[in-house]
């Protein structure tokens, strides 16, 4: 077990090894230049810290009598981050400065990736040194008084630039179109709540993932490129802009000829299954033929049990439970006659051959064909015969594989997943991982109780969960007979996913630590991957009390390194999104990755709870869907967290609510580092859940 958990992780400490001195920017870029030397990171740091105005005092321990250097190890200057010794970004939110902050005194620090000025007092325009820190990845100046137009050489010559936070300042003026434009690396861009006039830009980069301009007073006609990419609510309270929500039809009649952006429609039932599927028609079209062939598979298999050729035939097919032909093929050992098969079974890891549901096949030649290993008798006893009979229905086609649901004669109902994407693994790294999570025990974490390896085709089983899939329930169910989620049951789940998640992070976390490099100096490792690594509403089923059971958690290991990208949620996380952004590899994708990405998916799950909509982040695409991070955040940031609130909970939910919703906010904080740990998330969730506050603020 500790092998396989290890495995990737080692990996990429060899990798580091053998980078040596190169530079590592945790953002996933190489940096473009060598890191600082402490004592300039001192004098730096007081030379800004010179150029401000703190009434509290916050900065004091920023001093030149200071005995350490900002990034030491165990007298570290606060409101520093540091990685691998290097003073990489600045905390300073929330503490009441202000003054001209002199961002040239930081243009000698290469390394310097992040600087958060959140909720502080600086005003004016936008210091002309801010272009000197050529180095920084992500800006946040959100809630300032900053104003003036919004220059365009911060995007010209801050070319590593990836995320920009200016909202909720008094920033006027047109925006610099041509400069938004070339921006190569930009991912977020947020100017909304300011003064901004003139028209939204018709061209923005490629790289761009977010973007608000809500609350100005643009006008002009929304451009529908640009309204095709990002949700309506990013350009809603511009009432002179032609196509943004709000707006009437003067401001159409005042704009230059141009079709007016719609607004999206609320997502469907095949809205939802085109996500479930992770493809679109395509997806749906075979499903058609699975279906066909399901059918014309069953007639066959009833004609051949009419003619006696049961379980001697040559072959065990399945036509709903396997590859995209529709058929799984448990192959015959090497030179097995047609009418001599044996299927051995394992009870209990014992290795028995032919126990409780073997086949025994015709004449005296028996040879090993396939091997299905039952674990646990949870969900009954059966063996592969029964299940390879067993009426089968299509449950949904994720990311990970397909599953089916496999009614069998005797009675017992299971799930069936048959996992891609993992065949570079061995048998027994793959034995070793599932048998680990098969001896998982907690009531909200479904393990599997059976499974079957090949290499080509993988199968886990585990019990059927009777009402589906959370996300199912919240947005695909449109049954007259559909369940509606009150707030207890909302809050219940909330709950019951927590506690699972945090056992999971107990049993399968593996803690950071440092390493010594062969010439003595230590140095952080790479963080270990995200215990669960795909955590979202669709991972979530519900039993038929509605409590949560987690499922597909544990795979990281598993699954191929070029396909986990596509493969896992916790890659839609900003520190693997902007891996990505960066060019990275996937292997440094998964670097990025670390339990805080879990949180992150957590996060996005209770908001989906608290705001009842479709989160976009589930989306391959930016069409259709809530980006439910913005929105909570702006929200919690405004103080109208309530207006976010599911109308069909609102009023039975009380403050519960708002609470929730703030510590899903605190979970998606794009900083993995300032996001509360998985205990910290269930210590708060269950003080919401029992009338306090929740610790969210």
């Not at 141009?258 to 028609?281: C, I, L, R």
């Not at 060019?583 to 990755?593: H, M, T, V």
Request: with cysteine; net charge neutral; glycine share 10%.
């Amino acid at each position: 077990m500790v092998t396989l958990l290890l495995a990737f992780r080692l990996s990429t400490l060899f990798l580091l090894l053998a980078a040596g001195a190169i530079a590592v920017d945790p953002d996933g870029a190489a940096a473009p230049d060598t890191a600082a030397a402490p004592d300039t990171e001192a004098a730096a740091l007081l030379r800004l810290k010179a150029s401000l105005i703190d009434p509290t005092n916050a900065l004091e321990a920023w001093s030149p009598s200071s005995p350490s250097p900002p990034c030491d190890e165990t007298h570290r200057w606060p409101r520093v981050q540091c990685y691998n010794g290097v003073l990489i970004g600045l905390r300073l939110a929330r503490l009441n400065l202000s003054g001209d902050f002199d961002f040239a005194a930081l243009s000698r620090l290469p390394g310097l990736h992040s600087i958060n000025l959140i909720r502080n007092n600086f005003s004016g325009p936008l210091p002309a040194s801010l272009a000197a820190v050529r180095s920084l990845r992500a800006l946040y100046l959100s809630r300032n008084a900053f104003s003036g137009p919004v220059p365009g050489d911060v995007f010209a010559a801050m070319s590593w630039l990836k995320k920009l936070y200016l909202d909720r300042n008094d920033f006027s003026g047109e925006l610099p179109a041509g400069a938004i434009a070339g921006a190569p690396r930009l991912q977020e861009l947020h100017l909304d709540h300011n003064r901004i006039e003139g028209r939204v830009p018709s061209k923005l980069p490629a790289t761009l993932r977010l973007f608000n301009v809500s609350h100005n007073r643009l006008t002009g006609v929304l451009p529908e490129a640009v309204a095709a990419r990002f949700n309506e609510s990013a350009f809603a309270g511009n009432p002179g802009l032609c196509g943004a929500p709000g707006s009437g039809a003067g401001a159409c009649a005042a704009a230059a000829p141009g079709p007016a952006h719609t607004a999206m429609p609320p997502m469907s039932a095949a809205d939802y299954f085109a996500v479930q599927e992770e493809t679109s028609v395509f997806v749906v079209m075979g499903i058609i033929m699975l279906v066909v062939l399901l059918v014309a598979g069953a007639m066959v298999l009833m004609l051949r049990q009419d003619e006696g050729t049961s379980t001697a035939s040559s072959g065990y097919e399945h036509p709903a439970i396997g590859a995209p032909s529709g058929n799984l093929s448990v192959p015959h050992a090497a030179g097995a006659a047609a009418s001599a098969q044996l299927v051995t079974m394992e009870q209990g890891g014992s290795g028995a051959a032919g126990g409780a549901g073997g086949v025994g096949g015709v004449g005296g030649a028996r040879k090993q064909v396939a091997e299905f290993v039952l674990m646990s008798n949870a969900a009954g006893e059966f063996g592969l015969p029964e299940l390879m009979k067993a009426s089968a229905e299509v449950l949904g086609n994720g990311t990970l594989g397909s599953a089916y649901k496999a009614a069998m004669r005797n009675g017992v109902t299971v799930a069936v997943k048959r996992m891609r994407d993992m065949n570079r693994v061995g048998r027994a790294e793959f034995e070793e991982h599932i048998r680990m999570l098969g001896e998982l025990r907690h009531p909200n974490v479904l393990s599997p109780v059976g499974y079957h390896y090949r290499k080509e085709e993988k199968l886990i089983v585990s019990e059927f969960m009777p009402r589906g899939s959370l996300l199912y329930v919240l947005h695909g169910d449109q049954s007259p007979e559909r369940v509606v989620l009150d707030w207890p049951a909302r809050m219940r789940i909330a709950v019951g996913v927590v506690r699972g998640l945090s056992y999971l992070h107990e049993k399968l976390g593996i803690p950071a630590m440092r390493l010594v490099s062969m010439t003595g100096a230590d140095f952080d490792a790479p963080p270990p991957p995200p215990p669960h690594g795909n955590l979202k509403s669709g991972n979530i089923l519900l039993d038929a009390h509605l409590e949560p059971r987690i499922v597909d958690y544990g795979f990281f290991p598993l699954v191929n390194t070029s396909q986990a990208p596509h493969a896992m949620f916790a890659f839609r996380s900003p520190e693997a999104a902007s891996a990505a952004a960066a060019g990275a590899g996937a292997a440094a994708q998964r670097a990025a990755l670390s339990a805080r990405s879990d949180v992150y998916c957590l996060g996005i799950v209770l908001l989906e709870l608290v705001t009842g909509k479709f989160p976009s982040q589930y989306l391959l695409t930016a069409r259709g869907g809530t980006d439910v991070v913005q929105w909570a955040a702006s929200a919690v940031a405004g103080g109208t967290e309530q207006e976010v609130v599911d109308p069909v909970v609102a009023a039975g939910a009380g403050p519960a609510a708002v609470r929730l919703l703030r510590v899903g906010v605190r979970c998606t904080i794009p900083e993995p580092e300032s996001r509360p740990s998985m205990a910290d998330v269930a210590r708060m969730v269950e003080q919401v859940a029992g009338g306090g506050g929740g610790g969210a603020s």
